[in-house]
DNA sequence: ACAAAATGTAAAAAATACTTGACATTAAGT
DNA sequence: ACTTAATGTCAAGTATTTTTTACATTTTGT
């Protein structure tokens, strides 16, 4: 799974640590989700998408091997 | 998080097997996301809303408690 | 009522998400 | 050049997701 985060953080101006706040997780968690170390709970998904005012599928993608 | 897998299956006409074998998880999976047992991984997700023809937002929703 | 299909549930194990803390590297501003 | 902010990364630990197996209950069709 592919995830546009860093696009979107950028467009918003915010820094991992803004956004790991915003939405309650540690700044590793942002971090490592940038570098694809691992794959969001739905829940992180949805807050994430809410702060960026993007559907969920506009941010995360799916990718042939998932 | 709250979700409408139900609804949704019921309108599809899909049993919680026939689901587990398109989205290729087990069946207890889907029973457990049904009975709020647990929350799905953002992949799970996005391959649950593409079965549904429906944004992932219309699907799983974020409760004050998340 | 009976049989078969669908769903509920539970426990143990495996895999993965997420945290915390710590330190190293890079980028930005003065 | 210097300082600070931002990012990268690692390791160990906790929490949560997901699988497997197995059995009980409910629903559906005949």
Known sequence: MKNN???ERAIKNLT???LANKVSVSRQTINAMEANKYVPST???L???KVFNKPVEAIFLLEKSD
């Open 47 to 49: 807050k994430i998408a």
């Open 5 to 7: 985060i860093r696009v």
């Open 16 to 18: 991992q640590e803004e």
């Open 43 to 45: 829940v992180l998904a």
